[in-house]
DNA sequence: ATAGAAAGCTGATGTAGATCAGTTTTCTAT
DNA sequence: ATAGAAAACTGATCTACATCAGCTTTCTAT
């Protein structure tokens, strides 16, 4: 038996159902509270260290939550459509962004503001129980996303993430894959020249297929294996 | 200036303020259903993929949480006195545990039963939103050490734990080192020898002193810029 | 249409750190 | 006190990757 924890994707996401604890009065201060905005391809949704002033939620496309330092970015998660965003900048005397968030596709995302969603968590319970719920959803993913990155090699991290973007993001076989070399070496912490080599294998192996930005999963079982030996 | 979530402390444990949320009934309930257990070094308080029956408050001494495979453990905090853990478990649907416990020194701790500690969660919305900032700061932690065991290389590491046990942990710059050269591999990420050859550079370079079982840190200033440059 | 820039690809080289194979020191239990 | 075990230490070797350097293909913008 496998630990079930050892793979960035261990969670699938259910439907946001946060909202729906919160009565009809409460439902009107989030919307009159909250903004959507459009995002292209690239851009910053969020940045570490600026002040944290609301939650996200991406209704639509696809987004990558990371740390930022001089050398390096270390993509936390990523965030396909129906994720919330933000959360853990909540916190004792902390008001500032504690992590960054950029859209890896065009994307729409709803700003919640801090104070209106604070003030929710902390006057009705069942809305702060699904919060937490939420979180803790997410922390598990990020968990084994932390086991995968510092335990597994090259091929076994690769393999992990093509099967998170089956599983968890894009829920089919196929799809339309949103990433450079660069990008997936980036989110597997690996050198753009180890992606490229590991892809090609793959697809020597007969693994997967990539046409133009298609890419579909030939044998996803081999891949779990893969993953799991690391 | 450095990133501020790229070291494995970055937030200092603030005393439990958790219960005082309570009221006197509700803590008359939480005490009827806590079980308080003393265990020795090395012993099990948690294991993985078991029932998640209770949350768990350290009161006294020192565990690791951590992630098991049939390969490797990774350990995702240590935590010292005053944390209060196990409840990443709760999260819809599930009812295991998500990672293991044991005790690096011998330990006291509370064992609070999940459901009343849950159903304070769901009817209390101050204590949810405490429980919620908790949650935060203990994420928080965990991207710092993501950070520092996948992108600092050995010397950063070492240095990084010894400050957060000074920081942290043991809050003092001569404190009791608990931890054997092979467990200090364990919670870097690195091979035994490793680990020795780099304890062995920084006590040679006089940056710290390690007599019996006291760890004393000679140069904190100089074992941060190690840890910060990786 | 075409130049310039990305992105993709490939082989050669370099290196951080694991692994291996010991020896020495310290602890532990009778 | 002493044997046996664990922990600490050390040098030699090995290896999984990164890095580098260059080449080809694809995209993008005028």
Same mark, same amino acid.
């Given at each position: 038996? @496998?630990?079930?924890?050892?793979? @960035?994707?261990?969670?699938?996401?259910?439907?946001?159902?946060?909202?729906d604890e919160l009565?009809?009065?409460?439902?009107?201060? *989030?919307? %009159?509270?909250?903004?959507? *905005?459009?995002? #292209? #391809?690239?851009?910053?949704?969020?940045?570490?260290?600026?002040? &944290?002033?609301?939650? !996200?939620?991406?209704?639509?496309?696809?987004?990558?939550?990371?740390?930022?330092?001089?050398?390096?970015?270390?993509?936390?998660?990523?965030?396909?459509?129906?994720?919330? +965003?933000?959360?853990?900048?909540?916190?004792?005397?902390?008001?500032?962004?504690?992590?960054?968030?950029?859209?890896? @596709?065009?994307?729409?995302?709803?700003?919640?503001? !801090?104070? *209106?969603?604070?003030?929710?968590?902390? @006057?009705n &319970?069942k809305f702060?129980?699904r919060?937490?719920?939420?979180?803790?959803?997410?922390?598990?993913?990020?968990?084994?996303?932390?086991?995968?990155?510092?335990?597994?090699?090259?091929?076994?991290? +690769?393999?992990?993430?093509?099967?998170?973007?089956?599983?968890?993001?894009?829920?089919?076989?196929?799809?339309?894959?949103?990433?450079?070399?660069?990008?997936?070496? %980036?989110?597997?912490?690996?050198?753009?020249?180890?992606?490229?080599? *590991?892809?090609?294998?793959? #697809?020597?192996?007969?693994?997967?297929?990539? #046409?133009?930005?298609?890419?579909?999963?030939?044998?996803?079982? !081999?891949?779990?294996?893969?993953?799991?030996?690391?």
């Open positions: 038996m @496998t630990c079930k924890f050892t793979n @960035t994707c261990t969670i699938h996401n259910k439907n946001l159902t946060l909202f009565s009809d009065e409460e439902k009107k201060l *989030v919307e %009159e509270n909250t903004l959507t *905005v459009s995002y #292209k #391809k690239g851009e910053t949704i969020c940045k570490q260290g600026s002040f &944290a002033s609301n939650v !996200m939620h991406i209704k639509e496309g696809l987004a990558k939550v990371y740390l930022e330092s001089e050398t390096n970015n270390l993509i936390l998660k990523i965030a396909p459509k129906n994720s919330l +965003i933000g959360m853990p900048s909540i916190y004792e005397g902390n008001n500032t962004a504690v992590y960054s968030v950029a859209t890896y @596709t065009e994307s729409v995302v709803d700003l919640i503001d !801090m104070k *209106v969603f604070q003030q929710l968590l902390k @006057t &319970a702060a129980f919060a937490l719920n939420i979180m803790n959803e997410n922390i598990i993913q990020i968990y084994g996303r932390f086991f995968c990155i510092s335990n597994k090699q090259l091929h076994g991290r +690769i393999a992990d993430i093509l099967l998170c973007l089956k599983n968890r993001v894009y829920k089919s076989n196929t799809y339309e894959f949103a990433f450079s070399r660069s990008e997936l070496a %980036e989110l597997t912490n690996m050198s753009t020249e180890s992606v490229i080599r *590991v892809m090609k294998n793959f #697809k020597d192996d007969g693994l997967i297929l990539q #046409k133009d930005k298609t890419l579909e999963i030939l044998n996803a079982e !081999m891949l779990s294996k893969i993953s799991n030996l690391g």
